[in-house]
């Protein structure tokens, strides 16, 4: 049977941007017999809308089911002063949550076209392309105890680095599938020279890399990794690190290469029975109410995050291939949307513009 994809637009610009996915999808469908079962509902206040709640729970029983999730995004000012257990973002969270997400990839990505946008040297990003994998669901930001506490006369914040070799050992072997698929490069970071979880994580991760010996594995204290990203980005093709780390260094790394419109991302779980792992793509972008019904956005997040779900979930890298290829041919055809605008005298395309022109490319290759 064919792959099955569940799409959840969401709210704001979610619904304008997917619907420039669902052009690839049509496109891939049609011209190149990589049929989807694709199925759409509602996640984030557009469900409110309708249920009362941010997620169905058939709506996330049926995410439980298929072979990926691509989420727009959710929220808007319409929703901002609901109940906290019903806001947009809590239907995003229940998913993450009830699909254990834990391994949270963040490329960092630099299509040529866009190498002057970034805030170093063009030599440092120009065709940059390296992966962050996160830990996504314990460590500092879970462990017990936390919480602030009386301590003498004054008071004290508490929180506790805290990880389990079983949570390591499953992101490291993500990490390591990951890097199977993309050039057998992987290093850990984390600062095993003054954390006990530092010593625990470094020993897992060296352990996980027995089962894949085909993968040069290094490790680099957390502090030195983040000055390597800036010295010398392209010496690194997958980082694993741990939830604190990660989510510092996943933004330094995205930022390298620019604007919000154009970052992907996924999270992935434990394995189904098919093998692929749980997953969930989304774009970084939230959904933008500042522009949303304008045909502003730009869908080259959520398209890559759709080319990122071909790589990981379906097994067809070399369609993700020729799809990032296809957004690096409009954008060094000059198009671009309202965001990327930086050069004199360029004017914007709309949204749908965006998504035909990939297409076409697509055709074209
Ligand atoms: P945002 O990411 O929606 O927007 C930040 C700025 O970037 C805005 O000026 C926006 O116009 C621009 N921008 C974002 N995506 C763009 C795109 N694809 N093309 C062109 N410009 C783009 O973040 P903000 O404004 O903090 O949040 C807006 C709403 O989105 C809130 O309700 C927030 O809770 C929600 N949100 C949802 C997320 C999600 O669904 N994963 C993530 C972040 C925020
Ligand atoms: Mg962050």
Not at 92 to 113: G, H, S, T
Not at 178 to 187: F, P, S, T, W
Not at 224 to 253: C, E, H, Y
Request: include cysteine; charged fraction near 25%; glycine fraction near 10%.
């Amino acid at each position: 049977s064919n792959p099955s994809l569940l799409i959840l637009p969401g709210d704001g610009i979610g619904p304008e941007v997917m619907a420039e996915v669902s052009k690839v999808i049509q496109w891939l469908g049609d011209k190149r017999g990589m049929k989807f079962d694709v199925s759409e509902d509602l996640v984030g206040g557009c469900a409110y809308d309708k249920h009362g709640v941010p997620l169905h729970d058939d709506t996330m029983a049926k995410a439980q089911e298929v072979d990926a999730v691509l989420l727009g995004a959710v929220g808007g000012p319409k929703y901002d002063n609901l109940d906290f257990s019903v806001k947009p973002e809590r239907g995003l969270l229940r998913l993450r949550k009830e699909m254990d997400l834990f391994a949270n990839l963040r490329p960092a990505q630099c299509f040529d076209a866009l190498a002057d946008f970034s805030s170093l040297k063009k030599d440092v990003v120009a065709g940059l392309d390296i992966m962050i994998v996160r830990e996504l669901t314990s460590g500092v930001y879970f462990g017990e105890p936390r919480g602030i506490f009386e301590e003498g006369n004054e008071r004290v914040g508490i929180n506790t680095q805290r990880y389990t070799e079983s949570e390591i050992d499953r992101v490291a072997r993500s990490a390591f599938e990951l890097a199977m698929k993309r050039n057998r490069k992987l290093c850990s970071m984390e600062k095993a020279n003054v954390m006990e979880s530092g010593i625990l994580w470094r020993e897992v991760v060296t352990e996980v890399g027995k089962d894949y010996p085909d993968v040069e594995l290094s490790h680099m204290y957390a502090d030195a990794g983040a000055m390597q990203l800036t010295r010398w980005p392209k010496q690194f093709d997958v980082i694993v690190t741990d939830n604190l780390f990660g989510d510092l260094l996943s933004d330094l790394a995205a930022m390298l290469t620019g604007s919000l419109g154009m970052l992907p991302s996924a999270s992935l779980g434990s394995p189904m029975e098919n093998g692929r792992p749980k997953a969930l793509y989304e774009p970084v972008h939230g959904s933008a109410p500042d522009i949303a019904g304008q045909g502003k956005a730009n869908p080259i997040a959520c398209i890559l995050s759709f080319a990122m779900a071909l790589r990981y979930s379906f097994d067809a890298g070399n369609e993700a291939e020729r799809l990032e290829q296809a957004v690096n041919a409009v954008l060094a055809d000059g198009l671009r949307t309202a965001d990327l605008l930086g050069e004199e005298g360029v004017q914007p395309v709309s949204t749908s513009e965006m998504g035909d022109a990939i297409v076409a490319k697509l055709e074209a290759s």
